[in-house]
T-cell receptor, first 116, second 111 residues
Framework: DTAVSQTPKYLVTQMGNDKSIKCEQN?????MYWYKQDSKKFLKIMFS???????INETVPNRFSPKSPDKAHLNLHINSLELGDSAVYFC???????????????FGPGTRLTVL | GESVGLHLPTLSVQEGDNSIINCAYS??????FIWYKQESGKGPQFIID?????DKRQGQRVTVLLNKTVKHLSLQIAATQPGDSAVYFC??????????FGAGTRLFVKA
């Protein structure tokens, strides 16, 4: 009965490779997010989707491409991986009700990406 | 640019004592604030939130205080327990779907 799940939990890969991280939520939420957490624990939003539509696209290299096939899934594809992409990536979801001043986000367990 | 919080400081408290974790935010337009707890190897977990029309909000063993005049937020944990050991993040929102997280504070609870 996991609320927000991510796969894989760990990902070790070589520079230049392309990889994907998958995220699914079974909470019935309308909004999903991707965050990057660096080694200093700083958590920065990358993307946000509301009902499969991209609503937040922070200053992220275009090697990162999110895809939302339906509102329960938000996948992150990364092309040409670089050393600096090593981090923990968190998926999150929130009810995202229109007109509501934000709301609680539910985070997945994270995917630790190591680029060698 | 927008910024919330401080670079990751550490707070060490004795079990049973009260803990106070502080956070400064810079965007005076922010009107919704949240505290998250992140345990080792896990994702952040919501603790408590407060809207800008309030100064104080209480939960179970936790209290959040908001001082809009000096743009300061604090989280008070009563009778701190070993299970409270984690990194705590304050976060702010100006409306919409973008939440900005602070750098976090690591809380150590000594038995």
């Amino acid at each position: 009965d996991t609320a927000v799940s991510q796969t894989p939990k760990y990902l070790v890969t070589q520079m230049g490779n392309d990889k994907s991280i998958k995220c699914e939520q079974n909470l019935g939420h309308d909004t999903m997010y991707w965050y990057k957490q660096d080694s200093k624990k700083f958590l920065k939003i990358m993307f946000s989707y509301n009902n499969k539509e991209l609503i937040i696209n922070e200053t992220v290299p275009n090697r990162f491409s999110p895809k939302s096939p339906d509102k329960a899934h938000l996948n992150l594809h990364i092309n040409s991986l670089e050393l600096g992409d090593s981090a923990v990536y968190f998926c999150a979801s929130s009810p995202g009700l229109a007109g509501v001043l934000s709301d609680e986000q539910f985070f997945g367990p994270g995917t630790r990406l190591t680029v060698l | 640019g927008e910024s919330v919080g401080l670079h990751l400081p550490t707070l060490s408290v004795q079990e049973g004592d009260n803990s106070i974790i502080n956070c400064a935010y810079s965007n005076s337009a922010s009107d919704y604030f949240i505290w998250y707890k992140q345990e080792s190897g896990k994702g952040p977990q919501f603790i408590i939130d407060i809207r800008s029309n309030m100064d104080k909000r209480q939960g179970q063993r936790v209290t959040v205080l908001l001082n809009k005049t000096v743009k300061h937020l604090s989280l008070q944990i009563a009778a701190t327990q070993p299970g409270d050991s984690a990194v705590y993040f304050c976060a702010e929102n100006t409306g919409g779907f973008k939440t900005i997280f602070g750098a976090g504070t690591r809380l150590f609870v000594k038995a």
